[in-house]
């Protein structure tokens, strides 16, 4: 092949190739040219700094040879004294590049080769590249595409532009395609990698759901419907948590559609999925009873530190709240973000009296008095011994068949016991070797000071070098449930923020930080 080879067929060859792979024009042309370069470089000696350039309108092919030039010439090939280079360019510097043109060539069977194998990886390069910024920003969209074959149950899709796969444990269970069916699915990740851009799709992602139900429902759409939240058994239930912006719009009612037109054509793509429609609400406690629908809730109890909630519901619902196999309770779990205990009221009623005499046994050992008295105390709603010792004589007084003398008498008995207790404690805290100082730190108690000794936290010093979650323990996510981790505070009511403030307080102490100075109140501006 000659370099004077038809130059309009060069354009052609560049512009199907650019059409065909669908890379920009000048990509291929500038493949074209670094083939062309490694061509001639065989030809001229491959430490020769050869340049080619063909021109994108006319097609015309150029060589040319960089020259650097230099005081002293070591390499002939690569380098020009500075007189010869100011024959050429009067205005040449040494350091400057000087272009020398280079006559035209014939290419042998090698060279041709080795310039065809360029420009292909080169076009790979571009179109790998292309693909991955096409399909990058198309994270979070459904997709439609051909089923192109299957791989040990592994769904390769042939998107028109690139290939995707469907992961075996990203299908619907008992969903089967065969090559040549047509599939939508969701673009959950695109990944750079040395084969090309990767791009994985999923049937069982939760967004892959509330995006079937924005092509159905034009109020999700249009954004006048929100959906909060999804939780899906793949290919059995699902949960999904809508809410409306226009309070004159019925959320549910909008996706459930004209005699459930809309739900179903969800439910159809979905291979019988059953949806459960749920109105979501800002209280966490309205939420967390509809997610648990078709179940009655007879009461809810919130502990907003362990993000934990019990729902109490009638014994003859107990089963249709937990669900086969717990399948209910576990997608109101995932879909509210809550850990759910389910409690039947007899289950509830039961642990109400059995805290009840918990809670009498302690008064009547701590204080001293008989049963009638401890269930009288326990009754009126005092949960602890400290309660009773530092409340308002006056409370304990007006309770019937108390009174005053009785009432101090009680208070007396509280505070000694809680002596006690403290004497005991802190005895217990010089044993385990935990330094005096410690007790001076804003905020820690005995009981406290005995915990942190019993888990090696001794100075001021190794509580500041304590992390939050080593004070009050954290929660791990395993298998779709969580698992609490214990702390060193455990079995003592502190909250995160409680036990940051501590560690603050620590460091403080130990004089690793300054302690912050408390933001001066704005003074009021004077009256007119």
């Not at 719009?249 to 809309?262: K, Q």
């Not at 019988?272 to 979501?280: A, L, R, S, Y």
């Not at 629908?293 to 729902?311: F, M, Y």
């Not at 019937?400 to 009785?406: L, V």
């Amino acid at each position: 092949m000659a370099v004077s080879a038809n130059r309009l067929e060069l354009l052609q060859i560049a512009d199907a190739v650019a059409r065909e792979k669908s890379i920009p024009r000048e990509t291929v042309l500038q493949s074209m040219e670094d083939a062309l370069q490694k061509a001639a470089r065989s030809r001229y000696g491959q430490e020769t700094e050869v340049r080619a350039e063909i021109n994108p309108k006319t097609g015309e092919l150029r060589f040319s040879r960089l020259l650097l030039v230099v005081d002293m010439v070591e390499n002939d090939a690569t380098q020009i004294t500075l007189d010869d280079a100011r024959k050429k360019n009067p205005a040449a510097q040494v350091g400057d590049w000087i272009a020398e043109t280079l006559p035209p060539f014939e290419y042998g069977r090698i060279a041709a080769q080795s310039a065809k194998q360029v420009i292909v990886q080169k076009v790979r390069e571009a179109e790998r590249d292309r693909q991955y910024d096409e399909y990058r920003d198309r994270i979070g969209e459904i997709i439609n595409g051909v089923v192109k074959r299957v791989e040990y149950g592994n769904v390769i899709v042939d998107l028109g532009r690139a290939e995707a796969i469907i992961r075996r444990d990203e299908l619907v269970p008992r969903e089967m395609f065969r090559p040549g069916d047509r599939v939508r699915a969701y673009v959950y990740d695109v990944r750079r990698e040395q084969r090309g851009p990767q791009i994985f799709l999923s049937r069982t992602h939760p967004q892959f759901m509330a995006k079937l139900f924005a092509q159905e429902v034009p109020e999700i759409y249009d954004g006048i419907i929100e959906v909060k939240s999804v939780a899906r058994d793949p290919g059995s239930r699902a949960k999904i948590a809508v809410v409306s912006r226009d309070s004159s719009i019925d959320p549910v009612g909008a996706c459930v559609g004209m005699r459930g037109s809309r739900v179903q054509a969800v439910v159809n793509e979905l291979q019988g999925e059953k949806i459960d429609i749920i109105p979501w609400s800002i209280d966490a406690a309205t939420f967390i009873v509809n997610a648990l629908q078709p179940a009655e809730v007879v009461k809810v109890v919130l502990d907003e530190d362990s993000a934990r909630i019990e729902v109490v519901v009638p014994d003859d619902q107990l089963s249709l709240a937990i669900g086969r196999r717990g399948q209910n309770v576990r997608l109101a779990s995932q879909l509210t973000g809550w850990d759910i205990d389910i409690l039947t009221e007899a289950e509830e009623s039961g642990r109400r009296q059995k805290e009840f005499q918990e809670r009498t046994t302690v008064f009547m050992a701590a204080l001293d008095v008989d049963e009638v008295v401890g269930q009288l105390l326990a009754s009126e709603g005092f949960r602890s011994v400290e309660e009773l010792a530092y409340v308002d004589v006056a409370e304990l007084a007006s309770i019937e068949g108390f009174d005053e003398e009785t009432a101090e008498e009680i208070q007396n008995r509280a505070r000694d016991h809680i002596a006690r207790i403290e004497a005991e404690l802190d005895e217990r805290r010089q044993a385990l070797g935990v330094e005096d100082e410690l007790k001076e730190v804003e905020g820690v108690t005995l009981p406290i000071l005995v915990k942190l000794g019993e888990n090696d936290v001794k100075t001021v010093e190794d509580l500041a070098g304590c992390a939050t979650d080593d004070l009050t323990g954290w929660t791990e996510r395993k298998d779709g449930e969580s698992v609490k981790q214990a702390g060193f505070l455990d079995g003592i009511e502190i909250s995160r923020e409680e036990a940051e403030a501590l560690i603050m307080s620590a460091r403080v102490k130990a004089g690793w930080i300054e302690a912050p100075v408390p933001e001066a109140e704005p003074e009021e501006a004077p009256e007119a």
